[in-house]
T-cell receptor, first 113, second 112 residues
Framework: GDSVTQTEGPVTVSESESLIINCTYS????????LFWYVRYPGEGLQLLLK?????QKGSSRGFEATYNKETTSFHLQKASVQESDSAVYYC??????????FGAGTRLKVIA | NAGVIQTPRHKVTGKGQEATLWCEPI?????VFWYRQTIVQGLEFLTY????????DSGMPKERFSAQMPNQSHSTLKIQSTQPQDSAVYLC??????????FGSGTRLTVL
């Protein structure tokens, strides 16, 4: 079946440092799934951070970016300079063009001042 | 736009009791999803409605779980004879197209 594997947390980063959260996927039911990063800030619900539906393209939002790499089946999340407000749980997910999404386990990020 | 509203935020039940969870999707969204989140299993798909019709309930434990969407403004997830292993955060999401999901804050169910 389809699966998503991401960096196991918690991840602690100092403010203004760079961040990468790894995400790799295995999609057996569809050649080119849609890829997403969702985020849950403390006290809030899951919300979409960014999505990319075309292989080779890059998505970006709030200073984060991720590139859909079909050769390495990866969709790593990166940010050049994190802030305390980025502390949250990040989920990588794939969508199969219908409605069944597969989520990674989530990566808890803590940004310290 | 208030987003997806889930009630209650927390629910505690005794083993064997019934629990009903409520979801109000975003107005105009035709797709409604229920997911369950636990530390061990992560986010698991439970069921999906489109235009109020049940499309896929393959993720639902068959015997005690049921979901309904009697009108376009709300959906319910009912768990009969709750067991401790049902303890989880239950998430409802809606979408205009089943592509991007808009989640509610979830209902944390604790079965004692």
């Amino acid at each position: 079946g389809d699966s998503v594997t991401q960096t196991e947390g918690p991840v602690t980063v100092s403010e203004s440092e760079s961040l990468i959260i790894n995400c790799t996927y295995s999609a057996t039911s569809i050649a080119y799934p849609n890829l997403f990063w969702y985020v849950r800030y403390p006290g809030e619900g899951l919300q979409l951070l960014l999505k990319v539906i075309t292989a080779g393209q890059k998505g970006s939002s709030r200073g984060f970016e991720a590139t859909y790499n079909k050769e390495t089946t990866s969709f790593h999340l990166q940010k050049a300079s994190v802030q305390e407000s980025d502390s949250a749980v990040y989920y990588c997910a794939l969508g199969r063009g219908n409605y069944k999404y597969v989520f990674g386990a989530g990566t808890r990020l803590k940004v310290i001042a | 736009n208030a987003g997806v509203i889930q009630t209650p935020r927390h629910k505690v039940t005794g083993k064997g009791q019934e629990a009903t969870l409520w979801c109000e999707p975003i107005s105009g969204h035709s797709a409604v999803f229920w997911y369950r989140q636990t530390i061990v299993q992560g986010l698991e798909f439970l069921t999906y409605f489109r235009n109020q019709a049940p499309i896929d309930d393959s993720g639902m434990p068959k015997e005690r779980f049921s979901a309904q969407m009697p009108n376009q403004s709300h959906s319910t997830l009912k768990i009969q004879s709750t067991q401790p292993q049902d303890s989880a955060v239950y998430l409802c999401a809606s979408s205009p197209s089943a592509e991007t999901l808009y989640f509610g804050s979830g209902t944390r169910l604790t079965v004692l």
